[in-house]
């Protein structure tokens, strides 16, 4: 049988979607088995693991065990994957920085808050123009925390029959009390435009009212992310439901560099014309500059180089900045 100890270890790491000890804390108990003579349970116990392990292999590079995966109506209105992505990874304002890991200290320590009456922030607005980290910064807070990711399938969501959308979105909200996770919402003015606008029909107004009213009543432990490019275009009343708003904007000189050297750390080279790199960088997204980088990048692999010359990583960079 199994000890105390791995029967809480298992649990924890069921809890915390960490599939490697969950596989090795299984293994540990295969083990104590046949060795106390129970050959039989043994065996079983290491079908189901390799069974488990061939899963594993099926996820993405760092994931985890699937132990959560969206089921019935949720499968098609819920992709889930498990990010190992960190903060530490993302290259943000200062601003950005210290709002996010008060997010993650405070989410950690929502127990010892909750003991004082207080609640750890878990709605969060992400804005900014596209391709600068908001829906990134979801993945890294799910890595952080070790929760799964559940990202929010509009196609799938918004129908053309009434009362369906906002059924969906009460079944999503319903998900976050069973299942702990980070749910996100991107493209999020898809189903929180204003109201008033001129060209809303009734049912959006429904949707976003539900919307409204589940997130004002949501007291679960997931994380509720929302993220959008088009800041203008939300309702008012949106803005209060959230715990925090989180602003994102193009990279300043000091990112620019900090994302290129991490991009190309492995293509180092030791003089870089700094200058006039940043100057054809500047205005671009992080998601333009990675792609630049990438194409500097896979041109000196292809040429049998182990730098990457600078002069192609001008041009690619001014190439994307013709093409935005």
């Known amino acids: 049988m199994a000890t105390a100890e791995q029967i809480k270890a298992l649990l924890r790491s ?12 299984a293994m540990q108990i295969a083990a104590h088995a046949a060795r106390t003579g129970k050959g039989r349970l043994a065996s079983e116990l290491k079908e189901l693991i390799q ?22 109506e949720l499968a098609s209105v819920l992709s889930a ?10 290259v943000l304002a200062a601003e950005q920085t210290d709002a996010l890991q008060q997010v ?14 207080l609640c750890s922030r878990r709605k969060l607005l992400l804005i900014g123009p596209p391709g600068c980290g908001k829906t990134m910064t979801s993945h890294a807070l799910a890595g952080e925390l070790k929760l799964p990711h559940f990202a929010v399938q509009l196609h799938s969501l918004i129908t053309k029959f009434m009362g369906e959308t906002a059924a969906k979105l009460h079944t999503i909200f319903e998900a976050m009390q069973e299942t702990r996770g980070v749910y996100l919402f991107d493209e999020f003015d898809a189903i929180g435009s204003e109201r008033a606008a001129g060209n809303d029909v009734g049912e959006i107004r429904r949707v976003l009212n539900s919307f409204l009213q589940f997130l004002e009543q949501d007291e679960s432990d997931s994380l509720v992310i929302a993220a959008t490019n088009c800041v203008g275009m939300l309702d008012e009343a949106l803005f209060r439901r959230f715990d925090d708003i989180v602003r994102y904007g193009r990279p300043d000189e000091a990112a620019v560099r900090k994302l290129i050297q991490n991009r190309l750390a492995s293509f180092a080279a030791h003089r ?19 792609r630049a980088c990438d194409d500097a990048a896979k041109d000196s692999v292809l040429k049998d ?20």
Not at 51 to 71: E, H, L, N
Not at 305 to 324: G, I, M
């Open 14 to 25: 069921y809890s915390d979607a960490d599939g490697e000890r969950f596989v090795s804390v």
């Open 51 to 72: 069974d488990i392990r061939g899963r594993q292999t099926s996820v993405k590079m760092g994931g985890a065990v699937p132990i959560v995966r969206p089921s019935g």
């Open 81 to 90: 994957s498990y990010p190992s992505t960190r903060l530490s990874e993302m």
């Open 104 to 117: 993650v200290l405070e989410y950690r320590q929502k127990t010892k808050l909750s003991e004082f009456g």
């Open 272 to 290: 870089m014309p700094w200058k006039k790199i940043i100057a054809a960088a500047i205005d671009l997204s992080h998601a333009e500059i990675c």
């Open 305 to 324: 180089k182990c730098t990457v010359a600078p002069a192609k990583l001008v041009y690619s960079l001014e190439a994307r900045k013709r093409d935005s």
